[in-house]
């Protein structure tokens, strides 16, 4: 679902709401140098931005940014990956396991992660 336009940014978020994407590169380190140097709850320029430390939620990727959009609309992920709607009930198929995995799980009670 991630757009290719997105590729290559991630989004800064302010606790008010406001959404500041970004490309990685420069302006990103620059910006990532400014709060390894900030201590505690302050103010900073950033490209005619003032912003307060406090009020700076994270700098996310593309994918957390997509992810939390489908929760806000009411949608849920399963466990196998794949995004339902409020009331579906999951259907995903279950995945398949090799005879050495289904052996493993019949000694051991679980399945090998790799």
């Known amino acids: 679902m991630t757009n290719e336009i997105a590729k290559g940014q991630?989004?800064?978020v302010i606790r008010n709401g406001v959404h500041i994407w970004i490309e990685e590169g420069e302006r990103l380190e620059k910006l990532e140098a400014i709060l390894r140097t900030v201590e505690g709850n302050a103010r900073f320029q950033w490209e005619g931005r003032t912003i307060n430390t406090a009020d700076l939620v994270g700098i996310f990727l593309p994918t957390d940014m997509e992810d939390m959009?489908?929760?806000?609309?009411?949608?849920?992920?399963?466990?196998k990956g794949?995004?339902?709607?409020?009331?579906?009930?999951?259907?995903?198929?279950?995945?398949?396991?090799?005879?050495?995995?289904?052996?493993?799980?019949?000694?051991?009670?679980?399945?090998?992660t790799n």
């Open 82 to 112: 794949s995004w339902h709607s409020k009331l579906d009930k999951c259907e995903c198929a279950p995945q398949k396991y090799s005879e050495a995995q289904e052996e493993h799980f019949k000694l051991y009670g679980y399945y090998p």
């Open 10 to 12: 991630k989004c800064i």
């Open 69 to 79: 959009t489908l929760r806000k609309n009411g949608k849920w992920q399963c466990d």
